[in-house]
């Protein structure tokens, strides 16, 4: 039985098996329109809908006057989810290949901006307050050897925060403590987070600050900070490269 699959679709399957056995390798010139045409006699517009689909996929990246090269997809490292890290902004284990930083680590910074604003309608339900209700909201970005790593964007009722020292959460004298020891500092109790893990494809600013195509698959992963009365005090969403982050979870069961 013939092979059935449209053409754009074969002819970007033969190129990603040719990346994934190394014919191809990172940084290789996918081979130019002209030259798909001639080795797969196609049109126009069917070797450039194969491009596209190397490129949402992660296998290609474009460079404007260059032409199109095959993207680095080893895995950066492990979102490391456990009971001690569960709060910690940039919670991962991290292996970046050519690190500049002592012992071959690479260099992490993260830059952060918040902004008194009111909860949208996803993120007032998320928090179990009104829609309209005031809260602070931070925005991350993490970088690693100036490498986009991570995006992440948190937001806290003012109701709890406003007007105590852990009112901007990268500011005062319990910056940078994560949620738990901010809200301890102000007489909250956090108790538990819960997350939500799933996959969707990256919007046209996310695409811009990771660095990979708008429609890539991403990992998004919905955390939320409770207190002991079961009460939100915190909820953040999480973006990472979803083919080059893996989550790693420690599952520690009772006795």
């Not at 130019?32 to 194969?50: G, I």
């Amino acid at each position: 039985m013939g092979d059935t699959r449209p053409m754009y679709q074969r002819i970007a399957d033969d190129l990603r098996r040719q990346i994934d056995e190394g014919g191809l390798a990172v940084g290789a010139r996918i081979p130019s329109r002209a030259e798909l045409k001639r080795a797969y006699r196609a049109s126009d517009q069917t070797v450039d809908r194969a491009v596209r689909v190397l490129k949402t996929a992660g296998y290609a990246i474009g460079q404007f006057g260059r032409g199109v090269f095959v993207s680095d997809r080893a895995p950066i490292g492990a979102l490391v989810r456990t009971t001690d890290a569960v709060d910690t902004p940039l919670a991962a284990r991290i292996s970046v290949p050519g690190a500049t930083a002592v012992n071959g680590q690479p260099d992490l910074v993260w830059e952060a901006t918040s902004t008194r604003t009111v909860a949208p309608p996803g993120i007032a339900e998320r928090l179990r307050v009104r829609q309209g209700e005031r809260v602070m909201c931070t925005q991350y970005e993490y970088l690693a050897d100036r490498r986009p790593l991570q995006l992440a964007t948190s937001w806290e009722p003012l109701s709890l925060t406003e007007g105590t020292d852990v009112m901007f959460p990268e500011r005062g004298p319990y910056a940078r403590r994560g949620v738990r020891g901010r809200f301890a500092a102000i007489g909250i109790q956090v108790a538990q987070a819960r997350e939500v893990v799933g996959s969707r494809p990256a919007t046209s600013p996310e695409a811009e600050a990771l660095g990979c195509a708008p429609g890539q698959c991403v990992t998004a992963v919905e955390r939320t900070h409770y207190d002991v009365g079961d009460r939100p005090v915190e909820t953040s969403d999480t973006v990472v490269l979803g083919d080059r982050w893996r989550l790693e979870y420690a599952i520690t069961f009772g006795t």
